[in-house]
Structure formats: C-alpha cells, structure tokens
C-alpha cells in the first residue's frame, strides 16, 4: 500500500492550496482518509478526515481549521482532497495523509489509528 500526498507549495497568507492524496493498493472510499501537519519541533496534529464512503462519507475538522479548509472525495480517481483557503501562517506545516485500515467508533483524531502515509507535502506560507 503506498499513499501519496501532493499539492503543497508556498502561498501569501489568506491564499489558498488544495492537498491530493492517491492512493495504490486500496480503493480510498472504502477507508477512513486523514490529513494530518506538523510543523518543526510539534508533534503531528490531527487537521481533517473523511469517514469511507459505507458511513456516509462524512467530514470531520479540528478547531482551529474548521471553516476554512474542507476535505472532499473523488472515488473516480481515488483520491482524496485537503482544499485549505484562508491561510494563516499557522497553517504552515508538513501535511501528512493516512489511512486506517480499520472503521472505528469515535471520530478518528489519533495518529495511532491510522495504518498507513504518504511521504508529507510541505505548505509555506509567506507574508
């Protein structure tokens, strides 16, 4: 299973940037999908995930993104979609895409969960 996370790149602050994460070895739709980010000296934080399409395919955001960012299918390409507008310098991060091989109760925030990632897309965002 390889995921791969794409898309980042350097954008003025309340610009905006849509993340692609694809996948090779598991069809997306049929997995819990998250963005993580973590910024240097941080620990990896939760951003937004996207339930398998079977449990409504529904989304879920922390706080400090919600409104700002929506994450969104496309299971004719398999992928998932991090579109991040609005962007605050605290933004600026590495993003990370994971996927859970397994369904579980609760909204899925904890890095643990989730099975496998892409390799990271670094998001800059400048004054």
């Known amino acids: 299973v390889q995921l791969q996370a794409s898309g980042g790149g350097t954008v003025q602050a309340g610009g905006s940037l849509r993340l692609t994460c694809t996948a090779s070895?598991?069809?997306?739709?049929?997995?819990?999908v998250a963005w993580f980010r973590q910024a240097p000296g941080k620990e990896r934080e939760f951003v937004a995930n996207?339930?398998?399409?079977?449990?409504?395919?529904?989304?879920n955001y922390a706080d400090s993104v919600k409104g700002r960012f929506t994450i969104s299918r496309d299971n004719a390409k398999n992928a998932v979609y991090l579109q991040m507008n609005s962007l605050k310098f605290e933004d600026m991060a590495v993003y990370y895409c994971?996927?859970?091989?397994?369904?579980?109760?609760?909204?899925?925030?904890?890095?643990?969960?989730?099975?496998?990632w892409g390799q990271g897309t670094q998001v800059t965002v400048s004054s």
């Open positions: 994971g996927l859970a091989e397994r369904h579980l109760a609760g909204p899925m925030t904890r890095a643990s969960v989730f099975d496998y």
């Open positions: 070895g598991r069809t997306l739709s049929r997995h819990t």
């Open positions: 996207i339930r398998r399409s079977a449990y409504g395919g529904s989304g």
